[in-house]
């Protein structure tokens, strides 16, 4: 008797780069998510993006790859470690490109609230967007909505620049919800007031977040998570992080990178300034002046067709439990693991040195 083979024909077609190092690549949050576990709750989020930074660092040197770092901790002269350029590995085998985050969500972690994660993606050479560290103001949402994209015949498409109800109305009826019944994740600072003033306005609901948006537009492609969109600016890293998440979820990501002076309000001269500072290296990355607020979807954050996105929570978050430390290094985690084949693995992990003294528990 025949069975129809969805698990083998999808790890069949999964490239190389998730076939052979997607586990390296969940042991690199675990990694950095222990580190970072330590320093929950020492309102220190400084120490603890540093300690998390390392162990990334160091677990990474050790794999078998030629990688860049093409999203990483800051220029070269900012950040030591990690930082956009610097390579990773041990320099023998696939080129590859690399988006990191170590600690998203620092504060969260000093302040031991929910919702920090330590990011990693990983796809082939040219996979990966080259972009400056400033941010990226988006709309996140999931893969029913790419559909509905996809099938409906007037051309309707999530759009940053439409007004928010418009955008609301698509979402509700991809998702056949009322528009009431949407929730709509936003970071709860000054320069999103107006957005979710109006989202509120339109009918929907918003839930305002202190920090780590990235997490919650991974969630906008698992039903029933409660997040069904996701908008703001934020930093444009985490954006090209999202994106490598959702190209194996099907959802989608639109928006443009701005300079956080501008979507701050800050005045003409703060904008004119910081805009002076990031000319040179927008341009070095091969972005001129005209093309910054170009609109950039999933493909243009991550054109890579080999991506790989592990995430591990330090904190407790969404389905997935906090990185729990038993004494002497022992830890346990929860972990997502995601690639562009489509299949997605949530993984709890244990690292428990004397088996006989803590046997594995479920
Ligand atoms: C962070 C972070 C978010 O945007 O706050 C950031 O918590 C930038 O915003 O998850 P601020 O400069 O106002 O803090 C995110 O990194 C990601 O989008």
């Known amino acids: 008797m025949t069975h129809p083979k969805t698990a083998e024909e999808m790890i069949a077609a999964a490239g190389p780069i998730e076939k052979n190092l997607s586990l390296s690549l969940l042991q690199i949050t675990e990694a950095a998510a222990v580190a970072a576990a330590y320093q929950t709750g020492r309102g220190d989020r400084k120490h603890a993006d540093h300690v998390a930074v390392e162990a990334m660092r160091r677990v990474l040197n050790q794999l078998d790859i030629r990688g860049t770092i093409k999203i990483g901790e800051g220029e070269r002269d900012e950040a030591p470690m990690l930082y956009i350029g610097e390579a990773v590995g041990t320099g023998n085998g696939p080129e590859v490109e690399i988006a990191v985050d170590p600690l998203e969500g620092t504060n ?22 080259y972009g400056p560290d400033i941010y990226f103001d988006k709309i996140v949402v999931g893969p029913k909505v790419v559909l509905y994209e996809k099938r ?14 418009q955008n609301l109305e698509i979402v509700s009826k991809a998702l056949d919800k009322k528009v009431e019944d949407l929730v709509v994740v936003i970071l709860d600072r000054d320069r999103h007031k107006a957005q979710a003033k109006a989202v509120r306005d339109a009918g929907a609901r918003v839930r305002l977040i202190p920090d780590g948006d990235l997490l919650p537009g991974v969630l906008t492609c698992f039903e029933n998570s409660g997040v069904d969109m996701v908008m703001g600016a934020g930093g444009s890293g985490e954006a090209v992080l999202t994106a490598s998440a959702l190209k194996g979820l099907g959802g989608k990501i639109t928006g443009r990178l701005v300079l956080p002076s501008a979507a701050n309000g800050k005045n003409a001269e703060a904008v004119s300034k910081e805009l002076a500072e990031q000319l040179p290296r927008l341009e070095k990355m091969g972005i001129p002046e005209k093309d910054i607020g170009k609109i950039r979807e999933t493909d243009d954050l991550v054109p890579g067709k080999d991506v790989i996105f592990a995430a591990t929570a330090v904190t407790d978050s969404p389905f997935m439990k906090g990185t729990k430390l038993f004494g002497g290094g022992d830890a346990c985690m929860t972990g997502l693991l995601i690639g562009s084949s489509g299949i997605v693995r949530v993984i709890q992990s244990r690292y428990i040195k004397d088996k006989e003294k803590k046997p594995f528990s479920i």
């Open 152 to 165: 409906n015949k007037n051309g309707e498409k999530i759009n940053i620049d439409a007004p928010v109800s």
């Open 108 to 129: 969260l972690a000093a302040e031991d609230m929910n919702g920090s994660i330590a990011v990693i993606s990983m796809a082939e050479k040219g996979g990966i967007f």
